[in-house]
């Protein structure tokens, strides 16, 4: 007998999804920075457990949108949320206490209305959902037992789970419980694919990693990147051509850098990480373009599977 299913892994924004689902994985399928609404559309991430295949949908963060891009992120979060087998709700447990302690950053109280906000949602929607809390390896014991009570008496969740993704303290424990969830099913993917993302896709969500990375203070949500050339060359290796497309002519300069360093910088970085991901040598060629409406392109939409009109 096998399982396979999709389990969709909600939260708000930097609460360590994409971190989770990496580990849950065994292997780098979504792109993880320090900046919040890094992932911009569902990746899906190949787990094995036993006889069971959970398919990880890392979803966007669910926060109040204001933008186009926002709102079709959101949606793609709940959609996932209402077709899925089933729901983990990845909490940031140490900035629901340093809020409720008064210390908290405003990071942290958005954090926490973003949290009530995806329970209400969860309220509406009828689903029973797992929930992990995270980073406890930052947080005293008594201080997420009481978190852990008032979340659960909610009613929205049916179990628990206190778990680090950065160190992986409690997640073999998270693992086993949602193969265990999953229907009886064919596996869904071969047995040694990992994540069902589309080359040219991975491919610019690394070098946007390595954008975001490298100049996260200078460049806030302002940049996003496109492969352009995908090419196999008789030797083996890839020839790979991206543009990276920001809204002003300032950012171009921040990207570039004196002498073209920094945009030297972030290749080395994207090609290294790609070249051990293929498999294979690549070579990459990065360009950037000013393209002050490339957020509220119908085509960049599309291309990422987001909804354009919401």
């Not at 007998?1 to 971190?19: E, L, Y």
């Not at 292997?27 to 920075?33: A, H, N």
């Not at 926002?70 to 709940?78: F, H, I, L, S």
């Not at 970085?269 to 409406?293: C, D, M, Q, W």
Request: no cysteine; hydrophobic share 40%; glycine share 8%.
């Amino acid at each position: 007998m096998t399982r396979a299913g999709f389990v969709a892994v909600i939260g708000a924004p930097n609460a360590g999804k994409s971190t989770l689902v990496n580990r849950l994985v065994g292997t780098k399928v979504s792109i993880v920075t320090q900046k919040v609404q890094t992932t911009r559309f569902p990746v899906r991430g190949v787990a094995i457990e036993g006889d069971s295949q959970m398919v990880l949908v890392d979803t966007p963060g669910i926060f109040a949108p204001r933008r186009r891009l926002d709102r079709a992120m959101v949606n793609a979060a709940w959609g996932q949320a209402r077709e899925a087998d089933a729901v983990l709700h990845l909490v940031d447990a140490k900035a629901q206490i340093d809020v409720a302690k008064g210390a908290g950053t405003s990071a942290d109280r958005k954090a926490q209305v973003d949290v009530d906000s995806i329970i209400k949602g969860l309220k509406t929607s009828g689903r029973i959902a797992f929930l992990a809390l995270n980073k406890i390896d930052l947080i005293k014991r008594d201080q997420i037992l009481e978190v852990t009570r008032i979340l659960f008496e909610t009613g929205v969740y049916g179990e628990v789970f206190m778990i680090s993704a950065a160190n992986g303290s409690g997640v073999d424990d998270l693992k086993h419980r949602l193969a265990a969830e999953v229907p009886e099913s064919p596996w869904l993917y071969p047995a040694d694919q990992s994540a069902d993302v589309p080359v040219r896709l991975l491919a610019a969500e690394i070098t946007r990693e390595k954008v975001y990375l490298r100049v996260h203070e200078e460049l806030p949500y302002a940049a996003s990147v496109e492969t352009t050339a995908y090419e196999e060359r008789p030797d083996g290796s890839l020839r790979i051509e991206q543009t990276i497309f920001v809204e002003r002519d300032g950012q171009r300069g921040i990207l570039l850098g004196k002498g073209g360093q920094t945009l030297k910088s972030i290749g080395e970085a994207s090609r290294t990480e790609l070249a051990e991901l293929l498999g294979r040598p690549v070579h990459l060629f990065l360009h950037i373009k000013v393209k002050s409406n490339w957020s509220e392109d119908r085509a960049y939409f599309r291309d990422i599977g987001l909804d354009f009109d919401v």
